[in-house]
């Protein structure tokens, strides 16, 4: 679930380095191939499924809308408990940092593999 909210974040703002330095990092932890390549071309919603979409959608919410509406707190709360969803929240606090941080600097990703 860590690397879906970084890396939903990271496709949010577009966050090169962070996007290519999270992508190892999902496909270490077995995130799959497909699920990866969706968070980061913003096509998740057609491939992620059970609690890995709930977040990726709550995540997205908060970061495009800057709110999450009564349906999608339920679906995550439901999902992830309450601490899980104040956890998700922090997480996602922290990494819309460390892509303004990156982005503010012009961080790219290393090129080739």
Known sequence: MREVVILTVGAAWGAA?????HTAVARSVGLGEDAVR??????AARVLTGDELVVHRFVDELVRTHRVTDDTYAAAEAALGRDGVLDTVHLT???LSVSALL??????APDGP
Request: aromatic share 20%; charged share 20%; no cysteine.
């Open 93 to 95: 606090g922290m990494y």
């Open 17 to 21: 380095y962070e996007l290519y330095a």
């Open 103 to 108: 982005n503010a600097f012009e961080i790219p």
């Open 38 to 43: 969706a968070l980061r071309d913003g096509t």
